[in-house]
T-cell receptor, first 114, second 111 residues
Framework: EAGVAQSPRYKIIEKRQSVAFWCNPISGHATLYWYQQILGQGPKLLIQFQNNGVVDDSQLPKDRFSAERLKGVDSTLKIQPAKLEDSAVYLC????????????FGQGTRLTVV | GEDVEQSLFLSVREGDSSVINCTYTDSSSTYLYWYKQEPGAGLQLLTYIFSNMDMKQDQRLTVLLNKKDKHLSLRIADTQTGDSAIYFCAEIVSGTYKYIFGTGTRLKVLA
């Protein structure tokens, strides 16, 4: 099966600009996650979708970050306006529904804010 | 709270065993996982253990779980240079299927 697709792979923007990331999960996977991984740290969950509904967005900085998952398939994560501290790798993952399902990760989008 | 802790670095010689440790906080976690991350790549699942087990062996990998102390470890036997990577433990929060990752342990294997 095809893996989780993310684009772009790399993005460099200036602070206060906007940026959007796209994720296409594995077909049939109901749960989709966006993680932020700052260099030297573990992935931090930003938002979790179940189909097109939000399950958890408690760590999403909602003043600047937004995410949507239309039709319960693809998802976009947007940052507006970006800050220097947003520089990180943004990882998308998807799983089937259930208590023990492997989370499949995309390769991530490396964002550099200058 | 939700916090998963790991030691940051581990260095071993090729052929030796590596032991990576993890402490988690959610006592109701039903599954615990070990993921591997190589440079520039996403995370790859290595193995997992169900909370009612205390040990699981999978080829060169052995996972030990101490539920009382909320301690998880990953032992890699006959460590190879290709095992050099960052290893993350993760727990899945019961009821939400939310994965919480540890801080990661960077394993360096010396030839």
């Amino acid at each position: 099966e095809a893996g989780v697709a993310q684009s772009p792979r790399y993005k460099i923007i200036e602070k206060r600009q906007s940026v959007a990331f796209w994720c296409n999960p594995i077909s049939g996977h109901a749960t989709l996650y966006w993680y932020q991984q700052i260099l030297g740290q573990g992935p931090k969950l930003l938002i979790q979708f179940q189909n097109n509904g939000v399950v958890d967005d408690s760590q999403l900085p909602k003043d600047r970050f937004s995410a949507e998952r239309l039709k319960g398939v693809d998802s976009t994560l947007k940052i507006q306006p970006a800050k220097l501290e947003d520089s990180a790798v943004y990882l998308c993952a998807s799983t089937r529904t259930g208590p023990n399902t492997e989370a499949f990760f995309g390769q991530g989008t490396r964002l550099t804010v200058v | 709270g939700e916090d998963v802790e790991q030691s940051l670095f581990l260095s071993v010689r090729e052929g030796d065993s590596s032991v990576i440790n993890c402490t988690y906080t959610d006592s109701s976690s039903t599954y615990l996982y070990w993921y591997k991350q190589e440079p520039g790549a996403g995370l790859q699942l290595l193995t997992y253990i169900f909370s009612n087990m205390d040990m699981k062996q999978d080829q060169r990998l052995t996972v030990l779980l101490n539920k009382k102390d909320k301690h998880l470890s990953l032992r890699i036997a006959d460590t190879q240079t290709g095992d050099s990577a960052i290893y993350f433990c993760a727990e899945i929060v019961s009821g939400t299927y939310k994965y919480i990752f540890g801080t990661g342990t960077r394993l360096k294997v010396l030839a």
